[in-house]
């Protein structure tokens, strides 16, 4: 976050807006005046900003008596207030929340108050019990550009001046893809608009996708993990998935893949390749043929199901005899 404001101190935007949710709980003082101290250097930048879900303002919120520098604006209300900047002709609304949840939508009449003023609209949330608004009014209801908080993943615009930004670093697994924020540039109200999305992350969460065939070892799949974080880059963090059919006598070595870097989760979805028919044609009066007689028999399951069941199945019969011998 620090490096984004450095960026803005070099770049000198007349605005820099904060969606809600710059803390992922109520803030501490200290962390307060570590911000604000951060936000006075940009000089040329008028700073604003909400509270979300996850930094709400309540009662007993550090936000509420916090004095920040003449550049910054919080609008704390719970209701839409806004703020006017006349050097750029341009007010900011927005509101913030004073508990985790916000259960009342926004009102299908929010709209700018002027069409002589750039207006811009600063949002938190967009689902059940999160301030719920319906997109395509909200899109038509006559904003120059609004700026939406909440959803960690990026999103491509909602509409040509609406969208989620992202958190700036992705926050857990499931967080994939670029992280960073929007730049844009507001001429005048209803007039020329652009917007840019900018990547900003240290890393990212890459999910590896690794097919296996029955000649596929250990050492092999390895290889081929090490190959793509290299590519990809070993300051990243990755989740490896396996998927395809394995030799029957592999064992996937997951603590060997978890071990390549900042690999947090190895999936095994691979099957073992069976070859259900001839095993079906040499077993016919033992457990394996009655078992692949049995599962082929269903009529009521689909086909991916049944080969699953399959070769799951032949693989547990298969180690339990290996045991026993």
């Known amino acids: 976050f620090y490096k984004i404001l450095e960026q803005c101190r070099n770049e000198k935007p007349e605005l820099l807006l904060i969606a809600g ?17 951060h936000f006075q250097k940009l000089s040329c930048t008028q700073i604003v900003l909400i509270a979300g879900n996850h930094d709400y303002a309540g009662p007993h919120s550090n936000y509420r008596n916090f004095k920040w520098s ?65 997109q395509k009014r909200l899109a038509a209801a006559g904003f120059d550009y609004i700026a939406l908080g909440h959803v960690h993943n990026n999103h491509e615009p909602l509409a040509e001046r609406m969208t989620y930004t992202g958190s700036l670093e992705p926050l857990d697994r499931n967080e994939l893809g670029q992280h960073g924020y929007y730049k844009g540039s507001i001429l005048s109200h209803g007039g020329r608009f652009s917007l840019q999305f900018v990547p900003a992350a240290c890393r990212s969460y890459i999910k590896l996708e690794i097919n296996v065939t029955s000649d596929s070892t250990n050492s092999s799949i390895m290889e081929e993990c090490e190959k793509k974080i290299s590519q990809y880059g070993e300051e990243n963090l990755y989740r490896i998935r396996l998927s395809g059919r394995r030799s029957t006598d592999l064992t996937i070595d997951r603590e060997l893949l978890l071990s390549l870097g900042i690999v947090l989760e190895v999936v095994d979805d691979t099957l073992p390749d069976f070859d259900t028919k001839q095993i079906a044609n040499d077993n016919p009066d033992n457990i394996f043929g009655m078992f692949i007689q049995k599962i082929n028999a269903r009529q009521d399951t689909e086909e991916e199901i049944k080969n699953k069941a399959l070769n799951y199945g032949l693989e547990a019969l298969w180690q339990t005899q290996k045991k026993q011998i």
């Open 21 to 37: 949710d710059l803390f992922h709980r109520p803030p501490l003082i200290k962390e307060l005046k570590e911000l604000d101290y």
């Open 70 to 134: 003449n550049n910054v604006t919080m609008l704390l209300g719970r209701q839409l207030q806004s703020v006017y900047f006349p050097d750029f002709n341009t007010r900011v609304y927005g509101f913030s929340y004073h508990d985790r949840n916000y259960f009342e939508a926004l009102p299908d009449c929010t709209a700018p108050k002027s069409q002589e003023e750039i207006s811009i609209l600063m949002l938190h949330g967009g689902e059940e019990g999160k301030v719920p608004f319906n």
